[in-house]
């Protein structure tokens, strides 16, 4: 993600694969005090007209919101604008709008 942030492919595969390890508390942790949350947030903000990008991206953020040290790290204007970006020109896509009202939910 770090080496290669203008190639959408491999941000939507590198997303979908966080996504997919942040199922268990202690990969969660691993991927916030690793950047994991700036490189995500990076990726959506470079591909915002990436349908992948943004669903796998809100999906992995949603997993990693869920423990209460992460959530700070995500309560950022960034994240807030990405999310209107979504809502405002997604909203005929469901399955991105589900994962990014799940990420929403767990920031607010």
Known sequence: MKFHPKNGELQANAC??????AVNEENKRIIAQNQGIKLILNSMINHKNNEKVLKYACGALANIASIEENIEQLKNQQLKEILDFIFQNYSNEPSIIKQATRLSTRIN
Not at 16 to 21: E, F, I, P, R
């Open 16 to 21: 979908g694969s966080l996504w997919n390890l």
